[in-house]
């Protein structure tokens, strides 16, 4: 009987301070009005939690017990850019959403608060079985170590076609190794582990092997943040490659990998012709001050050449800087290719005639 009691006595503890855990941090309740925006919740938080684990774990426990799950989310005309703010506005003011924007939101929130975190995209499995839908969490890093959070298992599950508000911190500062039980990011650097797995051996239950040259996720993701939008795609599309045979989500992550690819290729490129076509610009406007003044003035004084051939070396500068990002350009995509083309040779005409000017120039003096 003593024996039963004590049993008894225990297992009321454990749930004692297992709820104790959950909800230690966050020992005041934040205000309505700190909660309508990614400043203002970052901004009260911080004011008032003492360290990176507690801050993260009340940012955590307030998106697990405020915000509700949208079994039925709209959708966004094909032709709208995605804009995180305004998706991280819209989800804090209705105080509904799905994975991506409870994500987004922990990633705007920690980073305000100076503590690093990123969105991940990913999927899962329950009982073993891969769920059907891509899903997204953060990976954060705190106290010399990444951690993973998942605010969206945290606050519930789905039922019937409807959410059930269930709150809980299983999915709160969750070690990597544990994470992997369950979650699978399409990126194997957030695997964060020197050993990640392989797609077929997550799907399969399978232990990860044991590499003979542990990788350096932490290297990776060094190199992630000097990385321009575009060499992130790619070097997030070679380390999905590498990490073996992927399911119909990994395929399909990869697919719009590859056109997210070609849109910044685009934009990069685009960016490289404007840039170079206002240096071109720049310099064709100089040069032509040159040439209408040499026409209107056919007497020029030593002092006066002197002038204009500064003002031919300033084209000549602004169109060596257009040739200097033209020769940048690599991989043009083909509804490009004609307009650089004819730029870099407009400027090696223009650059030419420019040289032959200043060399007129000089020999006048």
Known sequence: MNKTICLLFLWLAVILQSRLTYGQS?????????????????????????????????????ITTHMHYNVFPTFVSVNEQPDENREIARALQTREGVCRQFALIFQAVSRRMDIPAFFVE???KQNGVITPEPHAWCVAYIAGQWYNYDPTFGMGYVKNQRFVSSANDRYCQVEPKTFLQTHMPFDPMWQLVANPYSFQAFDEGKTAPKAQTPYCFNDSIHNYLT??????LQSVSRRIEQNGQGNRLVDYYMQLTASNINVYRQREIYDIYKNAMKHYNRGVDNYN????????????????RENLILQ?????????????????????PEQYATAINNLKTTVVETTEKAKLKKDMLKEQN
């Not at 070396?313 to 991989?331: G, M, R």
């Open 26 to 62: 966050i020992s005041m309740e934040i205000p309505d009005a700190y909660t309508r925006s990614a400043d203002s919740l970052a901004f009260y938080i911080d004011s008032n939690y003492k360290n990176d684990e507690i801050k993260l774990r009340t940012l955590y426990h307030w």
């Open 227 to 232: 990385q321009t939008p575009l060499q992130r």
């Open 122 to 124: 990913g999927y899962t």
């Open 289 to 304: 001050d040159v040439v209408r003044y040499c026409r209107a003035n056919r007497r020029i004084n030593r002092k006066e």
């Open 312 to 332: 031919i070396e300033k084209a000549l500068q602004a169109f060596n800087e257009a040739d200097k990002l033209l020769q940048t350009a690599q991989q043009v």
